[in-house]
C-alpha cells in the first residue's frame, strides 16, 4: 500500500463520519476514561487491601494455628462464599471467636477499615463498566448496517477479525476493500495503525506480572515484525492468542462446579461456547466468536491452503513451506488476539463480579435498604 492508497483510507473514514457518530466516539471516550480512571482506583484499593490482610491472616495462624481448622473450606468458590456468609450471619457459629481474635491482629484491624471504602470503590468500577458497556452496543446497534456487518463476516472467513471495532470507521464498504486491503493498511508506514490499535495494551496503569510479559510479547513481536521476521513474530502473536484462548475457557471454573482442565484447543473452544450458551446480551460477542473460532481450528487443526498453521510454526516444520510466513499472516493472528482478547475480557469481568458481590456489602450496608437492594438486584 502506498501513502496515496493510505490516504484514502484516512479521506474515506472522515467522510463517512456523520455528526452522530462523531458525538458517539466523543462520548464512548469519555466513558472509557471514567471507567479506567474507577477500575485503577478499585485495583489500587484491593492490592492495597490483600497485601494488608495477607499479612494480618499469617500472622493470626502463626498466634492461633488451630484456628485453620475451624474456617469454612468447600470445593467451589461459591460454597466458600456461602459458607462464609453463613458463619457471619449464625451468632453460634465458631466465626465469633475469629472474628474476635482478628481484632487483636493490627493489619486485619486495618484492612476491616478499608471495606467501605473498598466496597464503593468496586461498584463504582463495575457501575462506569457497565455504562460504557451499554453504550459501545447501542451505538454498534444504532451504526452498524447489515451491509457493514456482511462485510465484516466476509473478511473474517479470510482470517481478518474486525470485531474490535466500536463504530463503522473503517471504510469496509469502499469498491477497493478486501482482506489484502485491510492488512496492508495495518502494515503501512512500519505498521502505523497496528501500533496505534496496540497503544491501550500498554496503558494499564497497574499491570501484573503476566500483563508486563505479555506486553514484553508484544513488543517484542511489534520489533520482529518490524525487522522482518515475520516467523518469529508469528510465534510470540499465537503465544498471546493461546494465552486468551485459556483464559477465556478458564473463566467461573471451579465456581459453581469442580474445576476442569482443559488438555486442547477444542475442549477450550467448547467451554468457551458453553459461557455463550448461558451468557445474555452478547449477541456482538457471539457474532464475532463463531468466526473466530471456525478460523481458529483451521490454524490449530490441519494444515490447509492459504492458512497459517500454528502446530507446524511452533513444532518447527522446516522443510515445509507452511514454515514461510508473510507480514499479511502476522497482522492477521494479531487481529485475531485483539478480538479474543475482548471476548476474554467480557467473560473475567462477569466472573469478577460474582467474585466481588460480598466486596460491595459494607459498603451497600451504609445506603438507604431500598437503594442497596435495588443494586444488588442487577449486578
Known sequence: MDIDAYAKILLNQRNN?????????????????IC??????????EEKYRTIFKEGVDLLFEQHPELRDELPNKETRSEQIRAIADEV???????KRITRLMKTIPQLVEAEAMNVELGKACLEFFIALSNLNAKISSDRKTFFSEEYMTKMDKLADEGVMMYFLETPDFPLLSEECDANYVLDSFIFGEYMSAKTL???????SMPGEPLRRKQEDIDSAMC??????????????FSLLESEHKRCANVLEGFWEKAREF???????KKIQ??????????WELRAWNKIDIYYQKMVGKVQPGVVNRNALIHGDYEDDVMDITDRDVIKIMLMWINMRLIADHFCYIEELFENRLTMVPYLCTLPQDLAIDIMSIM
Open 198 to 204: 496496540l497503544e491501550s495494551f500498554f496503558t494499564i
Open 17 to 33: 463520519m456523520t455528526p452522530e457518530m462523531i458525538e458517539a466516539i466523543e462520548k464512548q471516550g469519555q466513558l472509557h476514561i
Open 274 to 283: 458453553e459461557l455463550f450458551d448461558r451468557a445474555i446480551d452478547v449477541e
Open 36 to 45: 479506567e480512571a474507577k477500575q485503577n482506583r478499585f485495583y489500587e484499593l
Open 224 to 237: 520482529n515484525m518490524l525487522s522482518g521476521f515475520q516467523r518469529t513474530a508469528a510465534r510470540n502473536w
Open 263 to 269: 488438555k486442547n484447543g477444542f475442549q477450550r473452544s
Open 89 to 95: 450471619q449464625n451468632p453460634n457459629s465458631g466465626s
